[in-house]
């Protein structure tokens, strides 16, 4: 028995390797591109476990994906491959469009063709397993019901724009042609290997190395946190109990506006790790100009999971950020390998030199 999870070495897809190599007794075949958010790293604690095998290589290359699905027979496929960052979506959306739209219809098609080929048996046991966002729903007015499964798309971002269009290629996979597919939408992560431009990473790496950390106009933008964990846990249990055609919502029912996250950051970091002359890390704050067209509030319902497969988030997000804090203090030598010249020219131009 096998699975192929794509995007296997990036933030979300490393934990979910190393999480199912460490529940379930299957080999998992790994794809990654390893772009700048890829690093083979992330998997080095399953040290030589003979179970994984890590192929470098892009969903988009039909040749690769068809000689995989060919040589292994996984009985599902996890989609974890895609451009995530907002912010890059925002100065460069083709890159977007590439992966998590063209690409993504291309391993549906070797995916269907493969699919179509097994015996009524393997056929029926199959799953397409579909990663997504809670942003592809748009933004949720500060007192309005988190996301329910049924809500309608209204992507706000070029990023969640392209997420969106994948969702719904998947969609009318299942509809059109019965291939048993499952997406689920989630919110946001943390936790280990994730790159330092997100807020968290991005917060604690500045904060050590004495630099601004940067908010987006008054920080009041208010998300619900997930920890990597519990994301992982919870596809896992879609994966061997969803129903085909089903989507599921993961979310941490943790909701935290990006000001606290960050103030939380810097108070747990006084207390591990303290500044030199008694500073506090809160000092570095800084606020820069917002970006266009920032959502203000996710928020997830996760009734669905819930009800249907018995999964809630187990980790409180104090006791799960500063664990994921620890972490990134344990590991200089990831930040450092990560946090190489492109990263630097990346955030001086994004932040104009702010940070």
């Known amino acids: 028995m096998s699975i192929l999870v794509t995007g296997g070495a990036g933030f979300i897809g490393s934990n979910f390797v190393l999480h199912r190599l460490a529940v379930a007794d299957e080999h998992v075949v790994t794809l990654d591109k390893l772009t ?32 995989l699905l060919r040589r292994y027979r996984p009985r599902a496929v996890i989609n974890f491959a895609a451009e995530t960052h907002v ?50 729903f748009g933004a949720l007015d500060p007192e309005a019901p988190p996301f329910t499964e ?14 969106a269009s994948a969702d719904h290629m998947v969609r009318a996979y299942h509809h059109t042609y019965g291939l048993p597919t499952l997406t689920t939408n989630c919110s946001n992560n943390y936790g280990p290997f994730q790159f330092p431009e997100k807020l968290i990473p991005l ?58 996250v960050v103030e939380t950051v810097c108070q747990i970091l006084d207390e591990i790790a303290p500044r030199a002359g008694a500073k506090s890390h809160a000092e570095l704050i800084t606020f820069v100009t917002d970006r266009p067209g920032h959502d203000r509030r996710y ?10 497969l018995g999964w809630a988030p187990a980790v409180d997000f104090k006791t799960g950020l500063r664990s994921t804090i620890e972490w990134y203090l344990d590991n200089p030598d990831w930040i450092a390998a990560v946090t190489s010249g492109a990263y630097r020219t990346w955030i001086d131009r994004h932040y104009g030199g702010a940070v």
């Open 87 to 136: 912010d890059r979506s925002i100065r460069g959306p083709g890159d977007f469009i590439a992966t998590n739209v063209a690409a993504t219809h291309r391993l549906l098609e070797a995916v269907r063709a493969y699919w179509a080929g097994l015996n009524d048996a393997d056929e029926a046991a199959f799953r397409f397993l579909h990663i997504s966002t809670d942003e592809v």
């Open 150 to 163: 049924d809500a309608p798309y209204a992507p706000n971002n070029p990023y969640a724009a392209s997420k």
């Open 203 to 260: 917060a604690i790496h500045n904060a050590r190395s004495g630099r601004p950390i940067p908010l987006y106009g008054d920080g009041s933008q208010t998300r619900d946190w997930l920890n990597v964990a519990d994301h992982c846990a919870a596809v896992s249990r879609v994966l061997d109990g969803g129903t085909p055609g089903a989507v599921y919502n993961i979310g941490g029912k943790s909701e935290h506006t990006n000001l606290a």
């Open 299 to 308: 928020a997830i319902d996760t009734a669905r999971i819930e009800a249907e």
């Open 36 to 67: 700048y958010a890829g690093n083979l790293s992330n998997l080095a604690a399953a040290g030589n476990d003979s179970r994984l095998l890590f192929v470098r290589g892009d969903i988009g290359d039909t040749a690769l994906v068809e000689g």
